[in-house]
């Protein structure tokens, strides 16, 4: 398939980056395929050859930017360039079942995962079951059930970037917000796209 026969938006190094993904994503169970994605991530941040799209590198005040810069027709994945202002993050959340491959392409995130420890309706319990500074070319992977976590972008004044390999499209996903003594509230919540231009 030709460069111009792929879907999703232009940038320099795209038929490379995309089939290095597809390559990942053929290796087999979800272990493997998130292990592979993990190590071909890590190589595509440092390949000199890749360079996202300029858009992924301007923030977006009031919200972390979710531009989904590839879709694949074949094997279904989702690549999505999220782009952390200044002290932006997530609340604790899911994805829905998903596993999904994370990257920092530029920058530096804190990254906390979560253990549920019991649910009530939408009422759940958590504990905070490891964090971690994830500094540029760092890749880390989520397998259902252990998908909880948050991802905050803690400097002040430089912007990060992360690239996010979906299983498929999330469009959706439970969000937790705290309500005291390690519980926390489910709530439902619409993960729209921002434009990738």
Known sequence: MSPAALPGIPFEGRERFIE????A??????????????????????????????????PIEDH????????????????VAMTWGPGQGTPVHDHCGLWCVEGVWHGELEITQYEMLEAHGE?????????????TGSA???????EY????NASSDRIAVSVHIYQA??????????????????IDARLPVDDAA
Do not use: N
């Open 20 to 23: 290095a993904i597809d390559a």
């Open 25 to 58: 994503v053929r290796s087999g169970d979800e272990h493997a395929v998130t292990a592979q994605l993990r190590s071909t991530l890590c190589a595509l941040i440092r390949d000199s050859d890749v360079h996202l799209p300029a858009c992924v590198h301007a």
């Open 64 to 79: 972390y930017a979710r531009r989904e810069i590839y879709r694949s027709p074949i094997y279904g994945y989702s690549v």
């Open 123 to 135: 009422r759940c319990r958590f504990r905070a079951a490891g964090g971690m500074q994830a500094g």
């Open 140 to 146: 880390g992977s989520l397998i259902p059930p252990h």
């Open 149 to 152: 976590h948050s991802i905050a």
């Open 169 to 186: 499209p999330i469009e959706h996903c439970c969000k937790f917000e705290p309500v005291g003594d390690d519980w926390y509230r489910r």
